[in-house]
Each structure stands twice: as structure tokens, then as C-alpha cells.
């Protein structure tokens, strides 16, 4: 048996009841985000910090990174079939929903730009990927597969950067200009649920590609340990 054949096939795939409780909590995360931005949690003065935003942004993949320390998380993770990892991406395309908004007027041209032409680049690539995953699993550890996960997300932290620039929270260009609309209902699920969600399908990814990979070097190991008994 080879090592790629190891590489997707050395567990089942995630129980139904790990399915069940991750789309549970997945859905009562989209629920409350929805409910917290019908309050008006994430809409702040144009002088402020948008501290609730990323927080939401951020403590969720805090928060993943905790659970994957749980050996049956971890490996749930790593029984998740890699072209879906990627495959999802594609639903970034929905990013270029940010340029019809600039378009109208309701968000920078800073911020539109880089996180618009980010997600479609992203969600580009992602079909690539998955296709490439699916008919050679060798290619899961690969520099190219983790780039485009690592593009991932350099995209969302560009998007956050350029938000913050553009808003004048940090001042590097001397822009003010209003990101309001990211703090309303629709557009407050994308940085607040999203990307979030998008942030930890990504560190999946980077843990089964490390996963892979040490299991590649102990193989290697274990054939040069057999070849030196031999001798």
C-alpha cells in the first residue's frame, strides 16, 4: 500500500455524530452572529475601533486551535476528506459581492477592491485544487496546496488591514471613509460568520498537510531503519 493511499484512506470519515454536533454549532454561531448584528452589536462611530467585529472575526479560530488539541477533534479533522477542504473555497466568489456594494457607494474603494479580487482569486483557484487532490492525493502535501491555503488567508488578512485603513482606525493613508454596511445585516455575516468559518476550514487544511507530512518522513524513517537492519 502506498503512502498517498495511507494519506486519505488511514481513517473513516467523521462519525455522523461529530457531523451532527459541528453542523449544530455551526448553525447556532450563525444564528447568534444574525441576532447580534439585528441589535446593532457590530455597528460602531466611525472614530472607534470596530473591537466587536473582530472579535467575533478572531475568537472562533482562537477557539478551534483550542479543540484541535482534543485527540477525537483532531482526528475527526483529519478524516475530513481534503478536496472538500478546498473545494469550499469556491463559495468565496460571493466576496465579489463587495464590488457591486463599492459600486453603489456603501463601502471603500480600498477595502472593496482588495477583499473583492481576494475572495474571487481565492474561490478561482479553489476548483483547481480540489481537482488536483482528487486525482493525486500526493499532491495534499505539496508547497502548492499549502500556498493556497496560506493565500487564503493573506486574503482575509488583507481585507482586515485594508478595512482598517480605509475607515481611518489606522491612520496610514489618511482615509476616513465609512465601512458602516460591514456592521448591518447582510453584509455583517461575512466578516463576522464567514470568514471566521473560512478561517478554521483553512487550519483544517494546514493540519492535515502537517499531519501528511510527518507521516511521510516516519515512513521514510521506518524504510531506512529496515534497509540498516538489513545490512
Same mark, same amino acid.
Given at each position: 500500500?502506498?503512502?498517498?493511499?495511507?494519506?486519505?484512506?488511514?481513517?473513516?470519515?467523521?462519525?455522523?455524530?461529530?457531523?451532527?454536533?459541528?453542523?449544530?454549532?455551526?448553525?447556532?454561531?450563525?444564528?447568534?452572529? %444574525?441576532?447580534? $448584528?439585528?441589535? *446593532?452589536?457590530?455597528? =460602531?462611530?466611525?472614530? !472607534? @475601533?470596530? #473591537?466587536?467585529?473582530?472579535? /467575533?472575526?478572531?475568537?472562533?479560530?482562537?477557539?478551534?486551535?483550542?479543540?484541535?488539541?482534543?485527540?477525537?477533534?483532531?482526528?475527526?479533522?483529519?478524516?475530513?476528506?481534503?478536496?472538500?477542504?478546498?473545494?469550499?473555497?469556491?463559495?468565496?466568489?460571493?466576496?465579489?459581492?463587495?464590488?457591486?456594494?463599492?459600486?453603489?457607494?456603501?463601502?471603500?474603494?480600498?477595502? %472593496?477592491?482588495? $477583499?473583492?479580487? *481576494?475572495?474571487?482569486? =481565492?474561490?478561482?483557484? !479553489? @476548483?483547481? #485544487?480540489?481537482?488536483?487532490? /482528487?486525482?493525486?492525493?500526493?499532491?495534499?502535501?505539496?508547497?502548492?496546496?499549502?500556498?493556497?491555503?496560506?493565500?487564503?488567508?493573506?486574503?482575509?488578512?488583507?481585507?482586515?488591514?485594508?478595512?482598517?485603513?480605509?475607515?481611518?482606525?489606522?491612520?496610514?493613508?489618511?482615509?476616513?471613509?465609512?465601512?458602516?454596511?460591514?456592521?448591518?445585516?447582510?453584509?455583517?455575516?461575512?466578516?463576522?460568520?464567514?470568514?471566521?468559518?473560512?478561517?478554521?476550514?483553512?487550519? !483544517?487544511?494546514? #493540519?492535515?498537510?502537517?499531519? /501528511?507530512?510527518?507521516?511521510?518522513?516516519?515512513?521514510?524513517?521506518?524504510?531506512?531503519?529496515?534497509?540498516?537492519?538489513?545490512?
Amino acid at each position: 500500500m502506498t503512502t498517498s493511499t495511507l494519506t486519505f484512506g488511514r481513517r473513516a470519515a467523521p462519525s455522523p455524530t461529530f457531523l451532527t454536533i459541528a453542523a449544530g454549532v455551526v448553525m447556532l454561531w450563525l444564528i447568534a452572529i %444574525a441576532t447580534l $448584528a439585528a441589535d *446593532g452589536v457590530f455597528n =460602531v462611530p466611525p472614530s !472607534a @475601533p470596530p #473591537v466587536t467585529t473582530l472579535t /467575533a472575526m478572531l475568537l472562533p479560530p482562537a477557539a478551534f486551535l483550542l479543540l484541535l488539541r482534543l485527540r477525537r477533534v483532531r482526528e475527526a479533522i483529519l478524516a475530513i476528506h481534503p478536496v472538500w477542504l478546498a473545494a469550499v473555497h469556491g463559495l468565496r466568489i460571493l466576496g465579489a459581492g463587495f464590488l457591486f456594494v463599492y459600486a453603489f457607494g456603501h463601502l471603500p474603494g480600498l477595502f %472593496a477592491h482588495t $477583499a473583492g479580487w *481576494g475572495d474571487v482569486l =481565492v474561490a478561482v483557484l !479553489a @476548483p483547481f #485544487v480540489a481537482a488536483r487532490l /482528487a486525482v493525486d492525493p500526493d499532491f495534499l502535501r505539496s508547497p502548492w496546496h499549502l500556498g493556497f491555503h496560506a493565500l487564503g488567508l493573506l486574503d482575509f488578512a488583507g481585507a482586515v488591514l485594508s478595512g482598517l485603513i480605509a475607515r481611518g482606525t489606522l491612520p496610514l493613508l489618511g482615509l476616513s471613509e465609512s465601512t458602516a454596511a460591514l456592521g448591518a445585516l447582510p453584509l455583517a455575516l461575512v466578516p463576522c460568520f464567514a470568514v471566521p468559518l473560512w478561517i478554521c476550514l483553512h487550519i !483544517a487544511a494546514i #493540519v492535515q498537510i502537517r499531519d /501528511a507530512r510527518r507521516r511521510d518522513r516516519q515512513g521514510e524513517d521506518d524504510v531506512t531503519g529496515d534497509a540498516l537492519a538489513s545490512l
